[in-house]
């Protein structure tokens, strides 16, 4: 004889499994609070003359690799705002190593288009030249140090050849 179905098994079986994610799901708080940033103001230069679109970014100094990355374009006249959650909103308080990239427009662009900041390859878009023929490209590498300081931070010119 062949026996019905019940919903004995069926109510089981999804109790137990929501039982058991109670723990995995208690862990996950959401995202991290916001740190506290400072306005970051400078100027990117090319042998004295304005770099216009050219990317700034930041690496904090040390090694938290979660460690938030502050960025920045400059505008046709060389300066830039620091951006870490929102346009020209700054950075955190600290010591930061500084990537420079200034490319011209991709192939076929008669300008330079501005670039998202958000994107995984920010400041590593192989496909256009970078006149600082990528010395200043890898923050670790570059030289350029700068610390932002509780406050507004007026950085010196980076007067770069």
Known sequence: ????PTLRGATIVPAVFAVLSVPF???CDGPPPRQKVYTVTGRVLARGAPAGH???FLVPLGDDRDALRPRATTAEDGTFAVTTYEPSDGAPAGD???GITWRGP???QETVTEPDPAAKDFGKDESRFDYFKNRYRDPKTSGLKIKVDA????LPDFDLK
Do not use: D, F, N, P
């Open 1 to 4: 004889m062949i026996k019905a």
């Open 25 to 27: 799901l208690s862990g």
């Open 54 to 56: 050219a990317k700034v």
């Open 96 to 98: 930061y190593a500084v």
């Open 106 to 108: 991709r192939k076929g």
């Open 151 to 154: 406050g507004a931070t007026v």
